[in-house]
């Protein structure tokens, strides 16, 4: 278990979709108007709310969801909708299918990482461990035998105090070195794992500290007894456990890089050892979403690959998005529906997302913008609403920040309809930046 510790998870957050909550159905499954940050699309969200029990009552295994629509109709935002209705730390990863060509890796390799940064497992673990504030540390200092113009510890005693008791330990050289290494000083709050040694420091204790300096973490003085059984959870990825595993059993950790391929032995021991736990009900296993975007971009080995890893008893629940009609499938001649091979279109549930109405996009920027704190004058509501509608919604809600920042400038607390033009002339969309770079090698030829 000891590399596991190790590892710092976060999810990476969605910044366009932080609004997105849920689905906002009710009771019957049916849409409200406005619910999980989300408007309109009711068909679409209604869909998907059977999908989430379909998943929670396990008859989504091997299957996937295929949402198809225009950019912009909230396929991504529905996705995300789909994992917050699933519960909390439910991964939750989006890439667009253009990420799996790369130099680094074969591209069947990259979607197979993707796909496991995708399946989380939630880990539960006792351990007898120390846990106080420090408020006495001593260290007995020799001369290192490797370099007599060192001193390092070796051995310390420390002093751990909770609200009601205090300890004294001696510690020999290698838990001496770490207090050093951490820093660890009088007042800190520490924890000790009795079994590994391992220590980590939990933050300043709140009555050591006096001044105010930097954000430093404060944390309160714990309580009952210094010795005890304290429960971990942990949330990691197998793609997390696969990459702690390779950097200990290959020589290539000396040269460690941050994208590279995993054996598929190290991804078996991985398996393995989870199913382990959760056999001995240490850990249990939590299914996330991986969203593609921009299917068309798979060829049929990435698909032929995701079909069968899709049958996995480890397989992430997989959406995919489409906003293309009939297309060729990368790698043949065949053209079929969103540029999906047949036999995997067999197996995904399609939802269908529609262009929005001019009061949804009204509705979904003032949503928007009251969730980013901001006021926003009627008139300057209609343009971007206008924007939204000609433009296209992402664009439209892109532009909120920037308006608010010109607002500001004014010394108005307003978004007004000429911050929101100010923004409009300063930032382009992809089509006029597209459109301006064509432009500009049209001339250049000619
Ligand atoms: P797509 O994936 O179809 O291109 P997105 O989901 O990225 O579209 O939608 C664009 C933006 O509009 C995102 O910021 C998204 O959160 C927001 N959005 C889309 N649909 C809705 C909706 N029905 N309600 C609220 N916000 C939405």
Same mark, same amino acid.
């Given at each position: ?20 909550t849920g689905l906002g159905l009710d009771e019957n499954l049916r849409a409200r108007d406005i619910g999980g940050g989300l408007v309109g699309q009711k068909k679409a969200r209604e869909a998907a709310g059977i999908?989430v029990r379909?998943?929670?009552?396990? /008859?989504?295994?091997?299957? !996937?969801?295929?949402?198809? !629509? ?11 909708a789909?994992?917050k209705e ?14 799996? @060509? $790369?130099?680094?890796?074969? %591209?069947?390799?990259?979607? @197979? ?18 846990? !106080?504030?420090?408020?006495?540390? +001593? ?6 035998? @490797? ?15 909770? /609200?009601?008791? /205090?300890?004294?330990?001696? &510690? ?13 000083? %009088? ?5 000790? +794992? /009795? ?30 007894? &210094? ?28 040269? =460690? ?16 050892? &989870? ?5 001995? !009900? ?16 798979? +060829? ?26 009939? *297309? ?41 913008? *009251? ?7 009627? =008139? ?9 509608? $000609?433009? =296209?919604?992402? @664009? ?17 607390? %307003? ?30 030829? $000619?």
């Amino acid at each position: 278990m000891e590399e596991i510790r190790e590892i710092a998870q976060k999810f990476e957050r969605y910044s366009a979709h932080s609004h997105i909550t849920g689905l906002g159905l009710d009771e019957n499954l049916r849409a409200r108007d406005i619910g999980g940050g989300l408007v309109g699309q009711k068909k679409a969200r209604e869909a998907a709310g059977i999908i989430v029990r379909l998943i929670r009552e396990g /008859k989504m295994a091997g299957r !996937g969801i295929l949402i198809a !629509g225009p950019p912009g109709t909230g396929k991504t935002a529905i996705a995300v909708a789909i994992s917050k209705e699933l519960g909390k730390d439910i991964p939750f990863v989006q890439v667009s299918a253009s990420e799996f @060509y $790369s130099s680094e890796m074969k %591209k069947t390799e990259a979607l @197979y990482q993707t796909m496991r940064k995708a399946i989380g497992v939630r880990i539960r673990d006792t351990r007898r461990v120390l846990e !106080g504030e420090v408020v006495e540390l +001593d260290y007995n200092m020799v001369p290192n035998p @490797y370099n007599p113009t060192q001193k390092i510890p070796e051995s310390a005693t420390i002093t751990l105090a909770t /609200k009601s008791e /205090k300890r004294r330990f001696s &510690v020999g050289s290698r838990i001496a070195m770490q207090f050093m290494y951490a820093g660890i000083t %009088k007042g800190d709050v520490i924890v000790i +794992d /009795k079994e590994t040694g391992r220590v980590t420091r939990l933050g300043k204790s709140s009555s050591a500290k006096k001044f105010d300096i930097g954000d430093e973490d404060v944390v309160e003085v714990p309580d009952g007894t &210094v010795e005890k059984d304290k429960e971990f959870t942990y949330v990691v990825t197998l793609h997390d456990l696969d990459e702690a595993r390779a950097r200990r059993s290959t020589i290539f950790s000396l040269f =460690s890089s941050e994208s590279r391929e995993i054996d598929n032995e190290i991804r078996q021991a991985v398996d393995e050892q &989870v199913k382990d736990w959760i056999e001995q !009900g240490m850990a249990e296993l939590i299914p996330g979403v991986l969203f593609i975007d921009e299917t068309h971009l798979m +060829d049929i080995e990435l698909f032929a690959f995701m079909n069968r890893a899709m049958e996995s008893e480890m397989a992430p629940i997989i959406i995919l998005a489409s906003n293309r009609g009939f *297309a060729r499938i990368r790698g043949t001649d065949e053209v079929s529906p969103h540029g999906i091979p047949l036999d995997l279109l067999d197996r995904l549930l399609i939802i269908t997302t529609e262009p929005y109405s001019r009061e949804d996009i009204r509705l979904i920027i003032e949503t928007r913008a *009251a969730e980013m704190g901001l006021l926003i004058d009627e =008139s300057a509501l209609e343009k971007l609403t206008e924007i939204g509608a $000609s433009n =296209s919604l992402r @664009y439209a809600i892109q532009l909120l920040a920037p308006a608010n920042e010109l607002a500001k400038i004014r010394n108005s607390s %307003k978004i007004e309809v000429e911050d929101v033009e100010r923004a409009e002339q300063l930032f382009a969309d992809v089509s006029k930046s597209s459109a301006y770079l064509k432009e500009w090698e049209e001339k250049m030829l $000619s």
